[in-house]
């Protein structure tokens, strides 16, 4: 089959190959069709190394695709079910699974460190984040993939199992975001528009959204930020909006030490700050123990928006079909698997794209 293979960590464009294959189905695991997958810029940190990946390994993590196999101890599919993919899936039996903190199972996610998803031949492919979407078919646990019904075009499944819900969760889950609050939000690419229309699904008054990119600046406002600013821009704004006091809220979808400094310095007093964005291991931020103790202000990571993918991936498909979730707005254009590394290059220069759609 088709697949966009990494050959090793630090490559800037993929293989694209027609002679990978996938594992053979175990009893409790599916093989997947898929059909589409979301360029991530997630799928640009595991290339040059700032997450976890290993090569040769099938980048892509955010995909949708139909049920093509199921194993013999597999009653939750059929043959033909469409399904979204998670890069997480919950064991269900761990202490986070059990404690309601499925996001943080890690029991799949060290098992995908060890177990290649696909081959090359006599060669061993991983596939990243257990998953490996750039690719025609793959499989995974039965864990991995949540049914969807079969009306949910696969762009807009693909959109949800990432990036989505990377940043509403963030919103909802992580910082819980209350009517009539301020919000201040860092970076405006997928993740940063699914905080804003989070945080305008949540009710927040005020949503700041900052970009040195001019050009996303409109497009931020189209998902509901009521403000849309350059990061020189920022300290005005606090002082005219918020009378120098700083945000209720303020989430860093970056994950630089400077934008993660900017979000806590222009959080206000007890406020909240979120670390959505994935940064490097080596990048480190610098807090006096001082101004912890005084701002008492709430550090918080967000690690896939506190998902549990099975309740909340119901839930943002049914808030798209209500009207208040804007999915096929995300999607910045469709293209082939031959375009991918196009689509990644774009995502490296900060273009003024939410997100581009491989369909197969």
């Known amino acids: 089959m088709k697949a966009a293979v990494l050959n090793q960590i630090g490559d800037t464009e993929l293989e694209l190959r027609d002679d990978v294959t996938t594992a053979a189905v175990g009893p ?9 997958t979301g360029v991530c810029h997630s799928d640009v940190s595991a290339m040059d190394g700032t997450l976890p990946a290993l090569a040769p390994g099938i980048i892509g993590h955010e995909g949708a695709g139909e049920i093509a196999e199921i194993g013999s101890h597999v009653t939750e599919f059929a043959v033909g079910d469409h399904a979204v993919l998670t890069f997480v899936p919950p064991c269900g039996t761990c202490v986070n699974c059990v404690g309601g903190r499925r996001h943080l199972c890690a029991v799949h996610t060290v098992a995908a460190f060890v177990n290649p998803r696909f081959a090359m031949g006599d060669t061993p ?7 490996g979407t750039f690719a025609e ?10 049914r969807i019904a079969d009306d949910v075009p696969f762009e807009i499944a693909a959109l949800v199992a990432c990036g989505v819900m990377t940043g509403v969760g963030a919103v909802v889950n992580t910082a819980r975001v209350e009517p009539g609050s301020t919000v201040l939000v860092f970076g405006c690419g997928g993740v940063g528009i699914s905080v804003i229309q989070g945080a305008r699904l949540a009710g927040a008054a005020q949503i700041v959204a900052v970009d040195p990119v001019v050009e996303k600046h409109e497009t ?8 849309a600013v350059t990061p020189d821009e920022v300290a005005g704004l606090r002082v005219s909006l918020t009378e120098s006091q700083g945000w209720d809220y303020a989430f860093d979808v970056v994950g630089a030490p400077a934008t993660i400094r900017a979000a806590w310095d222009n959080s206000r007093r007890g406020g909240t700050v979120v670390v959505v964005g994935a940064g490097r291991g080596d990048a480190m931020v610098e807090f006096s123990a001082q101004e912890l103790f005084l701002h008492d202000k709430r ?5 896939y928006g ?12 049914s808030l798209w079909r209500a009207g208040r979730l804007d999915l ?7 293209i082939t698997l031959d375009e991918v590394n196009d689509a990644l290059q774009a995502l490296r220069q900060g273009a003024n794209v939410i997100r581009q759609i491989v369909v197969f």
């Open 28 to 36: 409790r695991e599916v093989r997947i069709r898929v059909r589409a």
């Open 125 to 131: 492919v991983f596939g990243y984040a257990g998953t």
């Open 137 to 146: 078919e793959l499989v995974v646990p039965v864990e991995g993939a949540v």
């Open 220 to 227: 931020a406002r189209h998902f509901g930020a009521t403000h």
């Open 299 to 303: 550090l918080l990571g967000s690690f």
């Open 306 to 317: 506190g998902a549990d993918v099975r309740r909340d991936y119901p839930r943002l498909i």
């Open 328 to 334: 096929e707005g995300m999607i910045s254009r469709r």
